[in-house]
């Protein structure tokens, strides 16, 4: 392992504050940087949430233990540490412009200890610009093995930057693929034959995404569902038994104001496996909203 003073490009980031839920997604983040065999970059920024302000010489200790974690795996891997005086959400944004992946854990020190997701994380999520893992503390249990499995939420074709990192992270994790599409009735579905239509119109639009997805990737092992109940219920679901679930988290081009919809919102808080966010630009500047 070797260290460098220059952020990489095209790297892995995780931020650190030398908590049990940040030494953690540091594991996950040298699985990912391992698995793409890119750079490691692992990022002390404070205050941390506001109510975490280690002193200065604090931050030199805590990266120099993260980084020895990460040497005692033995994976090989190129690491870059940094510490620096700033919001931590903010820090990590802004590298997130530039790396393959930022990862963070669901809580560090600050903040208070009954929550399931921190104040950094929660921010990071809402902006972050490229996709984003964030690493569940501790995993359910799983009595009965199962395969590793990639869950990816899938409303329609403007999903497909989501569906494009999960394949991706299926090859890279010898991992099958379950696309959940689920969809619910809106105001206009009024009738029986409305209903019916509406019914053929989700399942059709599942199939096309499904099939070129199929035929860009022939040897990813793929199963695919379309239901009709609450996306984040569907997702939420599919994660109990899934290694990580991935969706696409829809920005609007201005960038101003809290950027998280309600699905991402739900799985951020309550989904049993890790989740990734992969951000999505709407071409008209409009946030696409999916129902909860």
């Known amino acids: 392992m070797s260290r460098r003073s220059e952020a990489p490009h095209g790297h892995v980031v995780v931020g650190t504050d ?94 208070f200890k009954g929550l399931l997701l921190g104040s950094v994380s929660l921010r990071v999520a809402a902006h972050c610009r490229g996709p984003l893992l964030v690493v569940r503390n501790e995993p359910a249990m799983r009595t009965i093995p199962s395969p590793h499995t990639v869950v990816v939420g899938m409303r329609g074709e403007e999903d497909d930057p989501a569906a494009v990192f999960a394949f991706a992270e299926a090859v890279r994790r010898d991992a099958r693929v379950s696309i959940v599409h689920a969809w619910a009735y809106d105001q206009n579905d009024r009738t029986h034959s409305d209903r019916a239509s509406r019914a053929r119109q989700e399942d059709a ?30 997702l939420i679901d599919a994660g109990a038994t899934g290694t990580v679930v991935v969706i696409a988290a829809h920005r609007r081009k201005s960038g101003l104001g809290l950027q998280l919809g309600p699905v991402a919102h739900a799985l951020l808080h309550h989904a049993r496996c890790h989740v990734v966010l992969v951000p999505v630009v709407s071409p008209t500047g409009a946030e696409v909203h999916r129902p909860k």
């Open 18 to 111: 030398g908590s049990r839920a940040a030494t953690h997604a540091l594991d996950q983040a040298a699985g990912e940087a391992h698995r793409r065999q890119v750079p490691l970059e692992i990022v002390h920024a404070w205050p941390w949430g506001g109510a975490y302000e280690p002193l200065a010489d604090d931050a030199p200790d805590i990266l120099a233990r993260a980084a020895q974690h990460v040497a005692d795996q033995e994976l090989g891997l190129q690491v870059t540490t940094a510490a620096v005086a700033d919001d931590a959400a903010e820090v990590l944004v802004g590298r997130s412009r530039t790396a393959a992946l930022t990862v963070v854990g669901t809580r560090g020190n600050g903040g």
């Open 205 to 234: 639009t599942a199939e096309l995404v499904v099939a070129a997805l199929h035929k860009e990737h022939p040897f990813v092992r793929l199963d695919s569902r379309s239901v009709r109940v609450a996306p984040a219920r569907a």
